[in-house]
T-cell receptor, first 111, second 113 residues
Framework: QKEVEQDPGPLSVPEGAIVSLNCTYSNSAFQYFMWYRQYSRKGPELLMYTYSSGNKEDGRFTAQVDKSSKYISLFIRDSQPSDSATYLCAMRPGGYQKVTFGTGTKLQVIP | DGGITQSPKYLFRKEGQNVTLSCEQNLNHDAMYWYRQDPGQGLRLIYYSQIVNDFQKGDIAEGYSVSREKKESFPLTVTSAQKNPTAFYLC????????????FGPGTRLTVT
């Protein structure tokens, strides 16, 4: 079983929809949670990061962490065609430990 | 214009040849990383360096080598000992030793035939 599980998709939604992207994990030591966006044939870019449980909002993006369920989510409101990309979740324990990445969910927003 | 550059974007090599992938950053970051990305798998850490002249093996270091002679440069050599070298290689850097805030380069697609 992988430490981090992420549905690969693809996920297709109409423009303007609310998108929910999710990851589950098994390592209870994970404390820092990140979401990266990766366009085709490009490097990932950091979208958001959160520490421990709770919500964090940045514009149309909201990151949510539920440590009791070992479940994290990224919500995208008013989705745009430019949001079409692969979204990678990532997480790590406390201290300067390596980051574990999910496999990514491919999102397509249809105009 | 600060950032991370990787060259070349596409690289083709014959089996049995060593090849070196370039990674340069002008962000003045202390730490640098090399990852490999394969379809259906998450990014896997090959090597990382938290300071000049020091580097550590990641999860899949076998068949790879690195050097960190300058703060801004972290080249990766894929040797002939790497059994399955065809992949998308990503270089990243972070301001300090904490890897959560990593900035990635555009990647190099290596194809070995």
């Amino acid at each position: 079983q992988k430490e981090v599980e992420q549905d690969p998709g693809p996920l297709s939604v109409p423009e303007g929809a609310i998108v929910s992207l999710n990851c589950t994990y098994s390592n209870s030591a994970f404390q820092y949670f990140m979401w990266y966006r990766q366009y085709s044939r490009k490097g990932p870019e950091l979208l958001m990061y959160t520490y421990s449980s709770g919500n964090k909002e940045d514009g149309r993006f909201t990151a949510q962490v539920d440590k009791s369920s070992k479940y994290i989510s990224l919500f995208i409101r008013d989705s745009q065609p430019s949001d079409s990309a692969t979204y990678l979740c990532a997480m790590r324990p406390g201290g300067y430990q390596k980051v574990t990445f999910g496999t990514g969910t491919k999102l397509q927003v249809i105009p | 214009d600060g950032g991370i550059t990787q060259s070349p974007k596409y690289l083709f090599r014959k089996e049995g040849q060593n090849v070196t992938l370039s990674c340069e950053q002008n962000l003045n970051h202390d730490a640098m990383y090399w990852y490999r990305q394969d379809p259906g798998q998450g990014l896997r850490l090959i090597y990382y360096s938290q300071i000049v002249n020091d580097f550590q093996k990641g999860d899949i270091a076998e068949g790879y080598s690195v050097s960190r002679e300058k703060k801004e440069s972290f080249p990766l050599t894929v040797t002939s000992a790497q059994k399955n070298p065809t992949a998308f290689y990503l270089c990243a850097s972070s301001p300090g030793p904490d890897p959560y805030e990593q900035y990635f380069g555009p990647g190099t697609r290596l194809t070995v035939t």
